[in-house]
């Protein structure tokens, strides 16, 4: 944990950080060696998500953010990032959702702190 506390990733409705142990591989494995190539701050959007908190933005019912596996990130640089991540090649799934003009609105990373990383990259439109 360089560029990234752990209070970034608490989930907005409630401030409960569970799961901590996966959000610190997540920020060891993706995002400090993202943030570090980058030079540039990234926020996070969304990190920890507890499940009623899923439920009210409308995530997925086997969300990654409801086991701390998983954040929203933007930056200056969408784009770059987003090549950063890839390159980097340590992910279990990257999402980049794009607005209508085709730029990246924000990137949806994640991270499986036991293993079986699919690196599976799609695009959300
Ligand atoms: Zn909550």
Partial sequence: MKYFRMEEFKCKCCGQVDFPENIKALVENVLDPAREK?????VVNSGYRCPKHNIAVGGVVNSQHMKGEAADLCCADNKRLAEIIEKNGKYDQMIKYLRPDGSIRFIHVSW???GGNRKQRLVSK
């Fill in 38 to 42: 980058l030079g540039k701050p990234i």
């Fill in 112 to 114: 499986k702190r036991n």
